[in-house]
């Protein structure tokens, strides 16, 4: 705004608007509002894009009502169809009875967009085709029979098709007893889907029939008998059946409330958006939006929500009501006890219409029911919680592949088939549908199986999509997996111990059968005698797999899956992770090691008195967080070549032209002194000084360890492993900070070093033991850490990113959840951090990890005006503490935005398929494919020669060549091994120094040997020389250019001995 | 300005490289004084240490000093003896000062550059050393001696101590005597300690001393006072609403809005 703008005289009205408008910003409601206007603005369908539907629909309906009558044919015989295949899979063949084709009576259209409750993005659009009363016959309610007839009714698709549209089939909410007719428009409307819905005229069918408990599917017909036989209640098939009568009235219903109510309306679409994101709507046994729908209609008569009430607080009241009810047991919707009760016998959850002649959750199974319960009490938190609840709730996706822990995957879904458990009864009723039959038996027995270990089941049912209407419906085993999801509860779900009843109750007996021969009597300390179970397993992996085992014993003894067709995808990605040493598989176990090491040394620092100053404190460094991909394992006794003595300890060195010994790190201690005025206030004194106090340490300590001073800091060998010391005093920083200006003036400038030592001796201990609280916290933390780093070192940014922010990046994952639990298993926790990177807005939101919920509102909203109003200044990450507010110490090194950009693109690669091979893979789920990676991208690549890289051990290719079956016993405690000595680092920074403005470098720091270089755009421009021109050659008219070949043999003679070829892939660098 | 006068010299790293690179002599460089005798070198690839550089210029006249730097401007003439303490090495493309003893050897070296010949940094008896074995011999040199740190630590220390010691002698000796024109320097010391100097302090000071301005004003006393802070209030209520309008602007770009 120009001067004049600002302070021209205001109009009244411009007036009262400003103030009206002030706080939009300030208080949290207006915002909140702003956000719903403008989401329902985004689902809302527009009048323009009605009309053009509408137009579609009218010319759809006069193809249908312009049909012929075909005449009557047995309904069994589908030679009437034509070219079409009967939409529905027979079980059983046979069937009595008669079709009639005539056209239909009416057409209506029904559903979400008649009540213009649809969803933009998910727009079906419901017509119902009325099937005359002259099609039915009597006794059409027994046997399938109606809804064979429905599905024959669907020979119209023949029609339409011949009036070149696109049709197909397909199951309405994958119930495969109710095949649709799905038209799918072009053009304008390709997002539109029409689905033809079939439905008989008012008075075909008595509604009596189809009471709760009443059989109307013929145990002797559906196995194929002769005579009667016995009458099993048919449950679901009655419900199917009331559906379709009830369909125009419930419409009516919901016509009529919604009618002078638009927040209703706009409520619907929010909870469908909320269902959409959560997968809840979707599948067999689901809770669609039409329940939600009556749902609110119910809450609506009940009381709970009034026709004066906004959006936001219908919603909040609908997940209230959701999260604090229990339908699976009191049934709601009719007020008649008796009526409810007859219900409760037949279905696993009932909310029923007011006559209680309908249960809308008639297909709804528990475990479903149980999610969206589940999904409901987190919804309700958040929006009584603080910060972004509406992007919790509504903007961001929870798929089935991010929210479980573990995930039991039945591949081979056909052997549900040959599984008993499906009961007889429940097949007949089911129309002989074995995969949906099983999948509420299965999650019975997870349920019953696991008890308090997990906090939530769910299944993935499956999906079977469109089929053609020329080909047979697709077999129910050619789908993709069965999946079942746990979410673990940590405290519980690795005891190895599964305590049951004491032996001479009553539910020992069936605590023994439920675990077969596992269960055994057991005498506690307590005197107690109990049937108890222990899952076998002594150290730390194995407790990690016991929710397997349990899996795996409960599926087989009472679904009789095989274990052959089952797969965990849980724990197979920390392949990746795992070390090329057997007995060492998982890091875990190193690091124990190096911990008690770890705190012995500092024992023995604690008690030296002979320093002139005392210790403060001791803090240890990255192992002990546990957070590093490959924690170096001990030194060993049988390794050592190439030593040199000085000062009487021996070290080994490395020596060119022979193998390069392992890469190791030591294991950095940070050990600070007290302050005192002895202190020289002089950055090189103090420096020596420091350098006196590793010499005088490592004397004293002489007699306990072998020791090696250093001027930065003295190294102690320990068990095998080398603890790098160093002493630190607490004014350090403040002395290299200071700084006299010409007239005497004490000033304080941050410079580059005194940056990076604060950060060394001030903020990495601090986030050292944040970070192992978090570990504390939650026992998958450190390996998810390991994952992620190794994923992103294999995409060759190593050295892009630090340890640090990819920690914190983590553990933001870790703390800030929602809309899932936290992660429980490494998998479920790498997963979400892909899809984090690759959606994360970085640029316009700071990421703020609060640890230990330090920071308050007003305090997250300082951090947030503080990174607004500094956006340029900070780096493309920005990740804040409660300690760091104002700065992301840890992200200004990298990434660069394009490395971010490139980083994200991986991410979304990666977890594409990731979830694709959850979904559909067999036995091995094959992650380590993961990390193989094209070199196409990059301009010139650097080969290595792999025996000079110390880390050759750790990349893939060396750990399936060959297995290093070393023995840790015989640790070497007296010879300095070679440290952080790694060529490939040293190249890649020095080629880093040199050509940062020309090119970026790749590498992978896990044992890659291959360097690739992009050039930077631009970089082969010719610019004006200059003193600072450097890399170049100079033309005759006075500018510079860099030249290839000189850049290449640059790259040569740097890493020489270690460069084993270059080949130069495009030739971008032409200008 | 004139376009700057470069020379040139081509150096190869040895016999088999084939590429090499162009060094770039400058007589005239920023800050030039007159009476040193001094050339600037850029465009000196990373891999060309200073014995080489010494070899390669030695021949010209006596070389005082070589000086490796990153920027252009002349490095402080503070040499760094130690052993174990060196400064940081410069890395990457670098450029350096070499201060001969006279104006005839600079010269000498100005000329001495022509492109078509060819100058070697590896030669017979000093091989380049780069790459791997370079950095086995950083790693083995970065393995000190703890005897002999200790005494070069000893030494620096007396000497640092020393001065010090010094440095306070004089100026307690100078403590509340007045210079020429009559002014008693403030210590922090004695009985009447002074705040010492830092910026931090200063800032607090000038911070104080606004405040206290501010709360002797009074801001309501004449109209055009009510009228300017009336106005004042305006705009800044169309600032904000601009920027709460920016707000929005930017979420429904950057689709906060759309849930799928």
Redesign the interface.
């Known amino acids: 705004?120009s001067y004049s703008?600002?302070?021209k005289p205001?109009s009244n009205d411009e007036?009262i608007h400003?103030?009206g408008?002030?706080n939009?910003?300030s208080s949290n409601s207006n915002l909140v509002k702003?956000?719903f206007k403008?989401?329902l603005?985004?689902?809302s369908i527009t009048k323009k894009q009605r009309s053009i539907i509408d137009d579609y629909l009218h010319s759809v309906h006069d193809v249908i009502m312009k049909i012929p009558s075909k005449g009557q044919a047995l309904l069994q015989d589908h030679s009437c169809l034509g070219d079409i295949k009967f939409p529905m899979v027979e079980n059983p063949r046979t069937v009595k009875g008669n079709m009639i084709f005539l056209p239909p009576v009416e057409i209506k259209v029904v559903g979400s967009y008649q009540l213009n409750t649809g969803i933009k993005?998910?727009l079906d659009v419901d017509l119902l085709l009325i099937m005359p009363k002259e099609c039915m016959q009597e006794k059409d309610h027994l046997n399938q029979r109606y809804l064979r007839k429905r599905a024959a009714y669907l020979y119209v698709a023949s029609y339409l098709h011949a009036n070149d549209y696109d049709v197909k089939f397909g199951y309405f909410h994958q119930e495969t007893l109710k095949p649709i007719l799905v038209v799918t428009p072009t053009g304008k409307l390709e997002k539109v889907v029409i689905r033809l819905h079939v439905c008989p005229e008012a008075g075909s069918l008595k509604v009596g029939r189809f009471a709760p408990g009443k059989s109307n599917v013929r145990f002797n017909w559906f196995y194929g008998k002769q005579g009667e036989g016995n009458f099993p209640s048919t449950p679901h098939y009655n419900h199917l059946v009331l559906m379709d009568l009830y369909m125009e009235s419930n419409l009516q219903t919901l016509h009529n409330t919604s009618k002078d109510f638009p927040e209703f309306k706009n409520s619907i679409k929010l909870i469908k958006?909320w269902l959409?994101?959560r997968e809840l709507n979707q599948g067999c046994g689901s809770f669609s939006g039409f329940i939600a729908s009556m749902l609110l209609h119910y809450l609506l008569n009940i009381g709970k929500i009034n026709k004066v009430m906004s959006c936001l607080q219908i919603v909040k009241n609908f997940f209230q009501f959701l999260a604090t009810s229990d339908w699976k047991v009191q049934g709601i919707g009719c007020s008649d006890e008796q009526v409810l009760k007859d219900f409760h016998e037949n279905y696993e959850v009932v909310f029923t219409d007011e006559n209680g002649k309908l249960n809308f959750c008639g297909s709804l199974t528990a475990i479903f029911y149980d999610q969206v319960r589940h999904e409901a009490k987190i919804s309700l938190s958040a929006l009584s919680a603080s910060g972004n609840a509406f992007?919790v709730i509504?903007?961001s996706p929870a798929p089935f592949t991010r929210k479980y822990d573990y995930i039991i995957n039945v591949y081979k879904p056909k052997l549900l088939k040959q599984s008993s458990a499906a009961n007889e009864h429940r097949l007949v009723d089911m129309g002989g549908y074995y995969i949906g039959a099983l999948t509420s038996t299965i999650a019975d027995i997870l349920i019953r199986g696991f008890g308090h270990r997990v906090e939530l089941c769910g299944v993935c049912t499956p999906s079977y999509g469109l089929w053609n209407i020329g080909e047979k419906p697709p077999n129910w085993y050619q789908v993709s997996n069965h999946l079942s999801g746990l979410i673990l509860n940590e405290d519980h779900a690795f005891n190895p111990l599964q305590l049951g009843p004491s032996a001479d109750s009553i539910e020992a007996k069936s605590f023994r059968e439920f675990w077969g021969n596992l269960s055994d009597l057991r005498r506690f300390k307590d005197g107690s005698i109990c049937e108890s179970v222990v899952f076998g397993s002594d150290d730390l992996v194995g407790l990690r797999e016991i929710p397997i085992q349990i899996a795996k014993h409960i599926l087989f003894k009472h679904c009789d899956i095989p274990l052959s067709a089952l797969s965990f995808s849980t724990n197979q990605i920390e392949e990746i992770i795992s070390l090329p040493w057997k007995q060492l598989s998982s890091g875990n176990y190193v690091v124990s090691m190096a911990i008690r090491s770890y705190n012995e040394i500092c024992h023995k620092i604690r008690e030296l008195h002979s320093l002139p100053l005392s210790i403060t404190s001791i803090q240890g460094g990255p192992i002990l967080r546990n957070t590093e991909v490959y924690p170096t394992p001990p030194f060993q006794t049988t390794r050592i070549e190439n030593t040199?003595e000085?000062?009487g300890v021996k070290?080994e060195?490395?020596?060119?032209g022979q193998p390069c010994a392992p890469f190791r790190k030591p294991i950095e201690i940070v050990c600070h002194l007290e302050g005192s005025g002895a202190w020289?206030q002089?950055a090189?004194?103090l420096?020596?000084?420091k350098?006196?106090f590793h010499?005088s340490m490592?004397e004293a300590l002489k007699s306990s360890f072998t020791c090696v001073?250093?001027?930065d800091h003295f190294d102690v060998i320990k068990d095998g492993f080398v603890f790098r010391i160093s002493v630190a005093y607490h004014r350090e920083v403040a002395v290299m900070q200071t700084q006299r200006t010409d007239d005497?003036?004490?000033?304080?400038v941050n410079t580059a070093e005194s940056i990076e030592l604060e950060k060394r001796i001030l903020k990495l201990p601090q986030l050292a033991s944040a970070l192992h609280g978090l570990h504390q916290r939650f026992g998958s933390y450190g390996r998810c850490c390991r994952v992620t780093k190794r994923w992103i070192n294999s995409m060759m940014l190593s050295g892009q990113l630090r340890d640090e922010a990819v920690d914190l990046l983590c553990a933001f994952i870790y703390l800030s959840p929602q809309p899932y639990l936290p992660p429980g298993s490494s998998q479920v926790g790498f997963l979400r951090f892909l899809h984090f990177i690759s959606t994360f807005?970085f640029?316009?939101t700071p990421l703020v990890v609060d640890f230990n919920n330090e920071l308050t509102e007003s305090d997250m909203n300082d951090v947030h005006d503080n990174f607004n109003s500094n956006r340029s200044t900070l780096p493309p990450i920005c990740i804040f503490t409660s300690k760091d507010r104002l700065q992301s110490p840890w992200t200004t090194s990298g990434p660069s935005k394009i490395i971010l950009r490139r980083m994200k693109d991986l991410a979304r690669i990666t977890l594409r398929s990731i979830e694709t091979k959850i979904k559909d893979a067999g036995k091995d789920m094959g992650f380590k494919n993961i990390l193989s990676h094209s070199l196409s991208a990059y301009d010139v690549i650097i080969r290595l020669k792999s025996e000079?890289l110390p880390r050759r051990y750790e990349s893939e290719e060396y750990k399936q060549s060959k297995r290093n079956t070393a023995d840790y016993r015989n640790v070497c405690n007296d010879c300095l091994p070679?440290l952080n000595?790694d060529?490939l680092r040293?190249?890649f920074d020095?080629l880093k120094?040199?050509?940062?403005e020309l090119a970026i470098f790749f590498y992978d720091c896990n044992g890659g040997s291959v360097i690739g270089v992009l050039w930077k755009p631009n970089a082969f421009k010719p610019k004006p020389?200059q003193?600072?021109?450097?890399?170049?050659?100079?033309q005759p008219d006075?500018k510079v250019v860099p030249?290839v070949?000189?850049i290449l043999?640059?790259f040569k003679?740097?890493?020489?001995?270690?460069?084993d070829s270059i080949t130069l892939n495009s030739d971008k660098w032409k200008i | 300005m004139s376009k700057i006068e470069v020379f040139q010299m081509k150096i190869v790293a040895d016999k088999s490289c084939t590429t090499g690179h162009t060094l770039f002599l400058h007589d005239n460089y920023p800050n030039k004084k007159d009476d040193e005798y001094c050339i600037l070198v850029t465009n000196i690839p990373p891999y060309c240490d200073e014995h080489c550089l010494h070899r390669l210029f030695e021949g010209c006249g006596k070389i005082l000093s070589l000086k490796f730097t990153k920027q252009a401007r002349k490095p402080k003439t503070t040499e760094n003896t130690s052993k174990f303490f060196p400064s940081a090495p410069v890395e990457g493309f670098k450029m350096a000062y070499i201060t001969y003893d006279c104006t005839e050897a600079v010269e000498k070296a100005l000329k001495k550059s022509k492109l078509d010949e060819i100058h070697y940094l590896s030669s017979e008896s000093t091989k380049l050393i780069t790459g791997l074995r370079k950095w086995c011999l950083d790693y083995v040199r970065n393995q000190p001696d703890p005897v002999k740190m200790q005494m070069e630590i000893d030494e620096y220390m007396a000497e640092f101590d020393a001065k010090v010691k010094k440095e306070q002698e004089v100026e307690l000796a100078n403590e509340g005597i007045p210079d020429e024109e009559g002014w008693v320097k403030v210590t922090t010391r004695g009985r009447n300690p002074g705040v010492s100097r830092t910026e931090a302090n200063q800032t607090r000071i000038r911070r104080k001393e606004k405040q206290k301005r501010k709360e002797k004003e009074m801001l309501s006393i004449y109209k055009y006072q009510v009228r300017e802070s009336k106005r004042e209030q305006i705009a800044n209520l169309r600032k904000k609403f601009e920027e709460d309008k920016l707000k929005i602007k930017n979420l429904k770009e950057s689709r906060k809005f759309r849930p799928f």
């Open positions: 705004l703008d600002l302070y205001p007036i400003l103030r408008t002030e939009m910003f702003l956000q403008e989401t603005n985004e689902i993005q998910h958006t959409y994101q992007d509504f903007l040199i000085i000062a070290r060195i490395p020596v060119p020289p002089e090189g004194a420096r020596r000084l350098a006196a010499v490592c001073a250093c001027q005497g003036m004490i000033k304080m807005d640029n316009s000079w070679v000595f060529p040293q190249y020095d120094n040199s050509f940062h020389f003193l600072l021109s450097s890399c170049c050659v100079l006075g030249e070949s000189m043999e640059d003679i740097m890493g020489q001995g270690l460069v």
